[in-house]
């Protein structure tokens, strides 16, 4: 075992078991590369550069996406290897670390190549710009191949149109929910999507030509630990919102698995940043009540 720890081979055709006994005599869990810019579902991450031999076996194809935005999962990476090999290796240049995807069975068309097929991710605070996505091939015994770079354009998510923007994200898979509180006392979350009030029956029938705007909950990403890959919430006027202060809250509904969950919370005023505040949801957060005036405190705006 102490050899293995020395060495950090990697016996491919069971990572998770590798996983479990690294944890085992380290005394500590498997390093999960929250803070890494490129995530792998269902690989194992190492927090190290790839050794520099080359004496393993190569990867022969590699298809990956060559433009991706920053915050969106679900991106396929795909190739062939030589037929020694038993994994591959994945990594983003000048990331914290790389990720080991075991290979899985040869087409019918390519018998003697292992495939591989993995879902790759980028989180909300991977800086925009031109990266290189490494691939090598390994074999059960721990050796690496030579590289193979493939380019990979990293674009800044989005944000939704409107004169004032309140935006909620968050690093993984867990359920998050945003609370903004308007001057008014309005609170507009999941179970209250829009500023508008419906008037009570008491007023009498509601005149169809009534304005109905105002700020609006874009969406509930995640809910239910449904991952949709968005990890982000906005809540948007399109028109100048009325002037006072706006409170904003971050529900932590679940983690859905995770140990905590970083976000960041920004406000925008007709394209300028006015606010930003950043925290971590943990265990105890998931505790309380979900419901109007849940969350915690994230950020006070004034606007004028």
Not at 72 to 77: D, L, S, T, Y
Not at 84 to 103: E, R
Not at 205 to 229: E, F, I, K, Q
Not at 255 to 279: F, H, M, N, Q, Y
Request: with cysteine; proline share 8%; net charge negative.
């Amino acid at each position: 075992m102490r050899r293995l720890l020395r060495t950090r081979r990697v016996v491919v055709t069971l990572v998770a078991s590798v996983a479990i006994a690294l944890a085992a005599c380290e005394g500590t869990r498997a390093d999960a590369g929250r803070d890494a810019m490129l995530h792998v579902d269902g690989a194992q991450f190492f927090r190290e550069a790839m050794p520099a031999t080359e004496d393993g076996p190569a990867v022969l194809s590699a298809t990956v996406v060559s433009r991706a935005r920053a915050g969106v999962v679900e991106r396929a990476c795909a190739g062939d290897l030589e037929r020694p090999a038993t994994a591959v290796a994945i990594g983003l240049s000048s990331d914290v670390g790389y990720w080991v995807v075991p290979a899985g069975i040869p087409l019918a068309s390519a018998p003697a190549s292992p495939t591989f097929d993995a879902v790759l991710g980028l989180a909300a605070s991977a800086r925009p710009g031109r990266y290189d996505v490494v691939l090598r091939a390994v074999d059960a015994e721990g050796r690496f191949g030579p590289a193979t770079t493939r380019p990979l354009e990293v674009v800044p998510s989005p944000r939704p149109d409107g004169r004032f923007v309140i935006s909620l994200s968050w690093q993984n898979e867990a359920d998050l929910d945003l609370h903004v509180v308007l001057p008014s006392g309005v609170e507009i979350f999941k179970r209250n999507r829009t500023e508008y009030q419906r008037p009570p029956p008491s007023a009498g029938p509601v005149d169809p030509s009534a304005p109905t705007d105002g700020g609006y909950l874009d969406r509930d990403s995640n809910a239910m630990c449904v991952a949709d890959g968005v990890r982000a919430e906005n809540v948007v006027w399109t028109e100048r919102p009325a002037p006072g202060r706006y409170v904003v809250r971050v529900d932590t509904f679940s983690l859905c698995g995770a140990p905590s969950a970083p976000w960041r919370v920004e406000a925008t005023l007709d394209g300028t940043r006015i606010g930003a505040a950043a925290g971590t949801s943990t265990a105890i957060d998931a505790r309380f009540d979900h419901n109007r005036g849940g969350g915690v405190l994230a950020l006070e705006i004034d606007v004028p």
